[in-house]
């Protein structure tokens, strides 16, 4: 499964620019866990097929009252259980933005949402008025479709607050039925891997804004790869950002795609929880593995929610282990500059040599997929082996230090259950 978004990714800093969307195009197919995203300012369609329907169970709009805070102004189905999503489609921190648009999930059910903050001349909205219009659907497959329709309604609600005749129009053509879970159980299970699409379900088709993954990759630099270990080991990793919330949403997404593999057999992929508020405790608390974001401070100190914390660019961890792992190994610095050196030789081909242009989230995948899948491969062929004993040579041989990633190596086989015996010595305790 998946989906599309748009507008800009990570937060940069002043000196950074960011040249805006571009006309782009891309075909390429990820674990069918990751939903994927695009600009709603870009033209930036992937092929898909006619019979794809759109699954939307329920479209609403949320305000924010003076008195009142955040409130479910209209819903269809009228009759559709809302509880919580006014602050989910409305995130802590909104009224600072004039827009924003998020990513969310309820249950088994996932959202987007367009926020927007208009000033009016009114002594009882005081000089604001703030809306959300947001979809619910059964997969985050197609939501990214709507976005731009989204967009629109917001502004359509601010200016002629109380008209939903499109909305309307738009729930009668675009509603599907809901899945039970044994049934949304059956149609992953049957004829996939963990990391492979189900036959049953769309193949996941990517849209980002251009830029996307570079610019992530330019925001956390050689500590992508610090990103790369807590993805694989599957750990629970929450992003923090004041709003704008749709730019941590691409964090998220980014993190994901790091732990992209080909090999089955591996367990579960990771879950991506987008947005997250305090009302989420009570889920997140039950789930061994997700990578989420939050506007919400408060986070940060229940510990227990969470592994790893990424307050913008600084990574935190108060797991011992874990820590070990947030300093950066010379294999990493070396991994870094040969994804730098990939992108530098793509960019190069496209324009001194004129040949056709590899989408940039294709480029980004395939390094990680491939690094993964020979990290994996290797341990699973040395666990296969008469003496399964992992050296100094293998280690490098899956781009890892022998000495630095040492804790990270011995974590990560056992999360996997893959039986080898590490023949690497530890400088500390030497022979």
Not at 6 to 17: I, Q, V, Y
Not at 281 to 304: D, G, Q, R
Not at 333 to 350: C, E
Not at 409 to 431: A, Q, R
Request: charged fraction near 25%; aromatic fraction near 12%.
């Amino acid at each position: 499964m998946a989906a599309d978004e748009r507008a800009p990714l990570l937060k940069f800093s002043e000196d950074d620019e960011y040249d805006g969307p571009r006309n782009r195009k891309a075909n390429y197919r990820l674990p069918s866990q990751f939903p994927g995203f695009g600009d709603p300012t870009e033209d930036f369609i992937l092929p898909l097929s006619l019979s794809e329907s759109d699954h939307i169970v329920c479209v609403f709009v949320v305000t924010f009252d003076t008195r009142s805070g955040n409130m479910i102004e209209w819903c269809m189905p009228e009759d559709f259980e809302l509880d919580g999503v006014e602050f989910k489609a409305m995130v802590s921190g909104s009224h600072t933005m004039t827009k924003d648009f998020v990513y969310f999930r309820m249950e088994n059910l996932y959202g987007l949402a367009c926020f927007e903050n208009m000033p009016v001349e009114s002594e009882i909205e005081r000089g604001a008025r703030m809306k959300s219009v947001g979809i619910l659907s059964t997969s985050y497959t197609l939501l990214y479709r709507h976005m731009q329709f989204l967009e629109t309604q917001v502004r359509h609600q601010l200016e002629t607050p109380g008209n939903y005749s499109q909305l309307q129009a738009f729930y009668h053509d675009k509603k599907g039925n809901l899945i039970s879970d044994s049934a949304i159980s059956g149609m992953s299970s049957s004829n996939s891997s963990p990391s492979t699409p189900s036959r049953e379900l769309p193949e996941m088709k990517i849209t980002h804004p251009a830029g996307c993954f570079s610019q992530f990759i330019k925001f956390f630099g050689e500590r992508i790869f610090v990103l790369w270990k807590y993805a694989l080991l599957q750990r629970r990793m929450l992003f923090f950002s004041p709003p704008p919330i749709g730019v941590v949403c691409y964090r998220v997404y980014c993190a994901c795609c790091l732990a992209n593999r080909d090999i089955p057999g591996l367990g579960h992929d990771m879950k991506p929880h987008f947005y997250v508020n305090i009302a989420d405790i009570e889920t997140l608390e039950s789930e061994v593995a997700y990578i989420a974001c939050t506007t919400e401070k408060i986070f940060e100190m229940k510990t227990c929610l969470y592994d790893v914390y990424i307050d913008n660019q600084v990574i935190k961890s108060h797991s011992p282990i874990l820590k070990d792992m947030l300093k950066v190994s010379d294999a990493d610095r070396d991994k870094y500059a040969k994804l730098n050196n990939q992108r530098s030789a793509h960019q190069f081909s496209y324009e001194e040599l004129g040949e056709e242009a590899c989408n940039e989230e294709e480029l980004f995948t395939m390094f990680f997929t491939e690094l993964n899948n020979r990290l994996f491969q290797t341990l699973l062929d040395v666990s296969m082996s008469q003496d399964r004993q992992l050296t100094s040579e293998h280690m490098k041989s899956m781009g890892l230090d022998p000495y630095g990633d040492r804790s990270f190596l011995m974590e990560l086989v056992e999360h996997y259950g893959i039986d080898v015996v590490l023949m690497v010595d530890n400088p500390c305790c030497p022979k």
